[in-house]
């Protein structure tokens, strides 16, 4: 079955940077475009990144553009995001999800996602 597996989070404080791996297994992985989601206590899930199936698009929320990074890399069926200047704003459970599909469109909804991994906590100390 499809399993996708975050790592990576942990506590840190205002300022310093985490890297996030989402590891997918169970299916072709460079079919699926990709994306980052986070969720704090009392709020919706919110977008962060997405990227394309072979990463020729990627677009970011405007609460993280020029602080985090999202990339892959399909031949180890894994994607990333790396988070600098992180802020305390930032804290919540930070979750991957895949979406099939046969263009190289990429996905900003939370419906548009068909799997999902179970988070990894971030926190951000002031």
């Known amino acids: 079955q499809v399993q996708l597996v975050e790592s990576g989070g942990g506590l840190v404080q205002a300022g310093d940077s985490l890297r996030l791996s989402c590891a997918a297994s169970?299916?072709?992985?460079?079919?699926?475009?990709m994306g980052w989601f986070r969720q704090a206590p009392g709020k919706e899930r919110a977008f962060l990144a997405a990227i394309s199936r072979s990463d020729h698009s990627i677009v970011y929320a405007d609460s993280v553009k020029g602080r985090f990074t999202i990339s892959r890399d399909n031949a180890k069926s894994m994607m990333y995001l790396q988070m600098n200047s992180l802020k305390p704003e930032d804290t919540a459970v930070y979750y991957c999800?895949?979406?099939?599909?046969?263009?190289?469109?990429?996905?900003?909804?939370?419906?548009?996602?068909?799997?999902w991994g179970q988070g990894t906590q971030v926190t951000v100390s002031s």
């Open positions: 999800a895949a979406a099939s599909t046969y263009t190289m469109w990429l996905f900003t909804k939370t419906i548009d996602y068909s799997y």
């Open positions: 169970g299916l072709i992985f460079s079919s699926y475009a």
